[in-house]
């Protein structure tokens, strides 16, 4: 791979974003997702709130992004990042596939769905948990579910599943939720959603698959069970960058310590989207990041011999 080509991990908003932004500035763009292309946004099911466009699915948002940076000659590799150096100035990063070097990297990672840590969670992964209503909400039309959580997805995911599911459970471990008005409105005119606040989940039961839930109240230690056929986490993230620790910058959280430049303190390298601390994280603060860092990039390469 020639070095005049930036590396960017991570094919969220973000990062697509970057790609295009890199191609558009006359630079290559290697794009390394370990998972999917669009990040979260592949997983929401209505986006409503990104600026110009009315409402959109998220699935189709993310496809759009992937075939505009594909369009534009952006190369999208569908492998994890192993390790990484990025101190000199021809950085090296290391895959399955071998050794990347350039000389400017934008790290677009994101953020993982936080889980809850009760027993029965992990066990039962696949088999009745799940972390997205949007991808899985379909195989419980008819059932009765639960939703853990009290922000905006927890109660986007709500309202989701109370076209298909015959009760929702919405279990939040505060009295207030964290969700904008308009959600609350709409999840207190929904009949078959039923609030649980001051509760927490204790215990996901069942064998081969969720048959319910134990709950209890933290502050007088009452329980209560639920039967339901299906728990949906969304209480939400945190930031997996550990590979760069001791390279860069970390808050307590996790999260990369650098500026609305996107720039960190290692020349060439520079964050963007919901792995970066910042106070909002929404798409178009990380479509923001994405478009700042590969122009700051840009920048940085041309400045060099």
Not at 67 to 84: K, M, T
Not at 140 to 167: H, P
Request: glycine share 10%; with cysteine; net charge negative.
């Amino acid at each position: 791979m020639a070095q005049e080509s930036m590396i960017i991990v991570g094919a969220g908003p973000a990062g697509l974003t970057a790609a295009i932004y890199a191609r558009r500035a006359g630079y290559g763009a290697v794009v390394l997702e370990e998972n999917i292309y669009g990040g979260q946004v592949a997983t929401t099911s209505v986006v409503e709130n990104y600026p110009g466009v009315d409402s959109i699915a998220g699935t189709d948002l993310a496809v759009n992004l992937y075939q505009q940076a594909s369009a534009l000659g952006a190369e999208i590799r569908f492998e994890p990042l192993l390790s990484c150096s990025l101190r000199e100035e021809v950085k090296k990063l290391v895959t399955p596939s071998g050794t990347l070097e350039t000389r400017a990297v934008i790290i677009a990672n994101g953020a993982k769905r936080r889980k809850i840590g009760c027993p029965g969670e992990e066990r039962l992964n696949g088999r009745g948990v799940s972390y997205c209503a949007t991808c899985d909400g379909a195989f419980y039309k008819n059932k009765e579910t639960a939703i853990v959580g009290g922000g905006n997805t927890a109660l986007e995911d709500a309202l989701f599943l109370s076209n298909q599911c015959t009760a929702v459970h919405l279990i939040h471990r505060r009295e207030g939720f964290r969700a904008v008005p308009i959600l609350q409105d709409a999840v207190h005119k929904r009949e078959n959603i039923h609030l649980h606040l001051n509760r927490v989940v204790t215990e996901i039961l069942g064998d081969k698959a969720v048959q319910g839930i134990r709950l209890q109240n933290p502050q007088t230690g009452e329980e209560e069970l639920l039967n339901l056929s299906g728990v949906f986490v969304a209480i939400g993230v945190q930031p997996d960058n550990s590979l760069y620790r001791g390279q860069l910058p970390l808050t307590e959280d996790g999260y990369f310590v650098a500026g609305e430049d996107c720039a960190t303190p290692l020349p060439g390298v520079f964050v963007a989207g919901d792995s970066r601390k910042k106070p909002l994280r929404q798409i178009v603060t990380a479509t923001a990041d994405g478009a700042v860092a590969a122009t700051l990039a840009a920048n940085y390469l041309n400045q060099l011999p």
